[in-house]
């Protein structure tokens, strides 16, 4: 039963994270460089935005692949898109442009095997760098357009307790 639960859950969020793609193939909306965008209140101040899809959705712009597993949502920024998702054995951050081309793919710890296997961070975006933390506590920071550890950037573990059961 759990696994159909979490079948649903992915589903719901690649559901969102594909509507949210498209959004931003259409539109070239701003920046939405975090969970829940810019303010962290999940308002867009788009303009312009269909009141009602066409029957049978919108018009599919592309499809990525080879991004992995996981419920991470998407972060816009500076005409690249951020996401993760478990890749074989390990939690990966992947950078597409707005086309859903690749352009880069950094390893930010283990994959989450547990209950529900996936990832469940979105990453950050904020001065030009990209932050992340995976299910497992550890953070990272890299250079938001290269995937680059910068000069301050680093690895941390910093493994927490009851947050992720």
């Not at 995937?147 to 301050?152: A, I, Q, S, V, W």
Request: glycine share 14%.
């Amino acid at each position: 039963m759990r696994t159909n639960t979490c079948t649903a859950i992915r589903t719901s969020l690649f559901a969102f994270g594909g509507a949210m793609w498209l959004a931003v193939g259409a539109a070239l909306a701003a920046d939405w460089p975090q969970f829940h965008g810019p303010h962290r209140d999940n308002v867009s101040t788009e303009t312009g935005l269909l009141k009602q899809w066409p029957d049978g959705g919108p018009k599919l712009l592309w499809t990525a692949r080879g991004i992995g597993e996981g419920f991470s949502s998407v972060a816009i920024a500076n005409g690249l898109i951020y996401t993760t998702g478990n890749i074989g054995n390990d939690t990966v951050i992947t950078v597409l442009d707005l086309d859903g081309k690749p352009r880069w793919q950094a390893k930010n710890g283990p994959a989450f095997t547990r209950n529900c296997p996936g990832t469940r961070s979105t990453p950050t975006v904020d001065g030009g760098r990209l932050y992340h933390q995976n299910a497992d506590g550890d953070v990272v920071c890299l250079d938001a357009k290269t995937g680059k550890p910068g000069k301050r950037s680093h690895s941390v573990p910093a493994k927490t307790t009851g947050c992720v059961t």
